[in-house]
């Protein structure tokens, strides 16, 4: 039971932290606090039966991270637990760490310390640096062994960059961050001179004492509250747990945009490989190994496997011929692309046919036989690497996360064709297998995938069973109040704690939702697209500032292509500047009192926050349902279908509402704000399924053109 004295000061707290700022408590907000802590607060170290998950559906406006902060920082701080924050977008991410939390410490006389914690990659590894700037031959074959990822030399310009950065660092003008170097650097550019876990030798590294990735690290175990992000989250439970983050067991978690936190799990665990990039890389393995040995003599161990590698590579490079002859069939009479999206394959309910799985049960293993061999060989690098007297230290040190690398590749393509060559049991949902046709260099690749559809399981077993408790918090976490939809795909307890908070806002007052008369819906997307043409130009007229919000990059492109050459100097489109640019520079127009249209996809719908003139007409283009040909989501919803169930009633419709609850709410930021949110999609009142989408958006004054 949650004691009376924490009830007291976070009470306090809160109190203190309304009078300050001028605030006026908002009844959602106090909702919020109070289902944090009776959840939270009635935590106890040796129940195992314990609810520990509360699950909250809170709108724009409540003040979410005011609400979880004043609730989930005294509690943790009294189970003796650290609190890990945890959002799906920078933007929130840095938001909170740099004001936020300042925010609410200095004016609710709250203790607390907090930083923010990455991932290695968005740290410089010194390691990498001194090797690029020597340009050591080894390097250079590291750098061709990833001939997909980056390019092989240095040019002028980058090595000015690099020596800029080594003595900023050294000078202790650079703290080693990606993000707060001053200029922009490629990604190119910077894959060069970071590293991943893979990679990374940890305290067997020459620059360990000074890594800037560990020094981070140190300060994340002497803080109370921990601010990261899923994609972290899910990588350090995949390694175990602990190793970035702290132990789940000892963590109190609070998923700020939690309903992210499902896809993000499903990509993390998504397996792929490309078999013309894959055989090359191979090619080049025997004489990389033979220049390492030529550097290395006294690695006798490579001296007398290097016939096996030999044979091992000759052994894949055969089979991914085969491969790619077999698979290739699939798109004999296929473009390389529609409507701008890459040529897809997908293997109906994942099931793979006999030949395809033989096929991938040689290369499964052929490629677990060369794992075998890098793996012990990585095993000598490491025997090197711990004996600071060995004169191949140095070498070593250069050469060992080429060898990581390779073995980290090996690794993904066994787990692949072992996927590929097993057939999935009739009672769990199937993995979702699909073949995507591309180019490269100059000819046709195959990239061959394969992924979860459903992740519940995953999340239970690595997160919800392991942490001490969490928050899980969003503005679209449930349907009309039903989480079951969120339930299905995140794995959280029935038991939990839902709860679904009133919004702040009067919608009836403050907005409309519009549907247009037109003659045509999005199942004719070229009358559709001809249709939102003529239609934009009138609907934002005398508008100051506006969102449109696309579902594909083709239509985008033809309805920006397509529109009068004066009204297209007002708009600002995804894919032309960064968004973070594009934001800027609407915000700009606005305030010279010019009119200004941003044009954007999924990512613009949400995550940015244009409060009053900087957003006051949304328009949407067409009810938001998933893309029809996404594997995973085609996958489950055959499976749900062939067990007798309904999948656009189940998936399709509620994913569908969630994503334009979402949109809609790129409108009302404040409570002073004002508009309109325009619908151009018919079927939302032709449609039966229209009622229950309309029904289920926020209680906007309704205008329907007949």
């Known amino acids: ?97 740099f004001t936020d939390l300042p925010d609410i410490k200095r004016h609710s006389d709250l203790e607390f310390s907090f930083t923010l914690a990455k991932g290695r990659r968005r740290y410089l590894c010194l390691s990498k640096l001194d090797l690029v700037l020597q340009e050591s031959s080894s390097l250079n074959h590291n750098l061709a062994l990833y001939e997909d990822e980056v390019d092989q030399f240095t040019d002028e310009e980058s090595r000015l960059l690099y020596q800029r950065m080594l003595d900023e660092a050294a000078n202790g003008h650079w703290d080693g961050e990606l993000d707060s170097w001053p200029q922009g650097v490629s990604d190119r550019d910077w894959f060069r001179v970071s590293t991943d876990h893979v990679q990374c030798t940890g305290r067997r590294c020459m620059n360990y004492a000074n890594c800037f990735f560990y020094k981070a690290r140190e300060r994340i175990h002497k803080v109370d509250c921990i601010v990261t992000n899923h994609d972290l989250v899910l990588a350090d439970l995949t390694m175990g747990g602990g190793v970035v983050l702290p132990d789940p067991a000892d963590t109190l978690y609070v998923f700020d945009e939690g309903h992210h936190l499902p896809d993000k799990t499903i990509d993390h665990f998504t397996l792929y490989s490309n078999l013309r990039a894959s055989q090359s890389w191979l090619r080049q393995m025997p004489p990389l190994l033979a220049t390492m040995l030529a550097q290395m003599p006294a690695l006798t161990t490579l001296a007398e496997r290097l016939n096996r590698f030999e044979d091992s590579v000759g052994e894949l490079d055969g089979d991914l011929e085969m491969a790619f002859g077999v698979l290739g069939e699939h798109f004999e009479s296929v473009d390389a692309s529609s409507r701008g999206m890459p ?37 000598d690098f490491e025997r090197i690497l711990l004996d600071e007297e060995d004169l191949d230290r140095d070498s070593a040190e250069e050469w060992h996360p080429v060898v990581a690398s390779m073995l980290a590749r090996t690794e993904t393509n066994t787990l692949l ?30 990239q061959i995938s394969s992924s979860p559809v459903l992740v519940d399981g995953i999340l239970d077993q690595h997160l919800w069973q392991r942490c001490f408790g969490a928050v899980i918090t969003s503005a679209t976490l449930a349907v009309r109040g039903d989480f079951s939809r969120f339930v299905m795909r995140s794995g959280v307890s029935k038991d939990s704690s839902f709860n679904a908070l009133p919004s702040p806002f009067d919608f009836s007052k403050q907005g409309e939702i519009r549907i247009p008369a037109m003659q045509c819906d999005p199942r004719d997307p070229d009358a559709h697209t001809q249709a939102v043409i003529e239609m934009l130009p009138e609907l934002l007229t ?23 050459e004066q009204f297209r100097k007002q ?37 940015i926050d244009l409060p009053g003139g900087y957003c006051n007409h949304v328009v949407i283009i067409k009810i938001p349902f998933s893309v029809p040909n996404d594997p995973v989501v085609a996958t489950l919803c055959e499976w749900v279908d062939g067990k007798g169930g309904n999948s656009f009633r ?26 309109v949110v325009t619908l151009l999609d018919r079927r939302i009142i032709t449609q039966r399924y229209g009622g229950m989408i309309l029904d289920a958006m926020p209680p906007y004054k309704r205008v329907i053109e007949r």
């Open 343 to 379: 040529a897809q394959h997908r293997f109906p309910g994942g099931r793979i046919a006999k030949p395809i799985r033989q096929l991938a049960v040689n290369l499964c293993a052929g490629f677990a036989r060369l794992q075998a061999l890098l793996s012990a060989l990585d095993a």
């Open 650 to 675: 189940e998936i399709s419709v509620p994913d569908a509402i969630l994503r334009l609850v979402q949109a809609s709410g790129r409108l009302l930021r404040t409570e002073q704000d004002r508009g």
């Open 417 to 446: 064709w072992e996927d590929f060559s097993e057939e999935d049991a009739a009672e769990l949902p199937p993995k979702a297998r699909w073949l995507t046709l591309r180019e490269y260099q100059g000819g046709r690749e195959i």
């Open 542 to 564: 005398d508008q100051s500032g506006s969102l449109v919000l696309f579902a594909s990059w083709w239509q985008m492109n033809q309805v920006l292509h397509g529109l009068p």
């Open 1 to 97: 039971m949650l004691e009376d004295q924490l009830k007291q000061t976070i009470q306090s707290a809160y109190s203190r932290l309304l009078e300050e700022k001028g605030y006026s408590a908002r009844l959602c907000q106090r909702m919020m606090i109070a289902a944090i802590a009776n959840t939270l607060g009635n935590l106890q170290e040796d129940d195992d039966e314990r609810a520990n998950l509360c699950i909250i559906e809170a709108g724009t406006g409540t003040g979410k991270t005011i609400a979880y902060a004043l609730a989930a920082i005294p509690i943790a701080k009294a189970l003796g637990k650290s609190l890990v924050v945890s959002t799906a977008t920078v933007a929130l991410q840095e938001q909170i760490v």
């Open 571 to 607: 708009v600002l489109a995804q894919g032309d500047l960064s968004k973070q640019e594009i934001i800027k520079q609407h915000r700009k127009s606005i305030d010279d009192g010019k009119c200004s249209i941003i044009f954007g996809l999924a990512s613009f719908a949400e995550g």
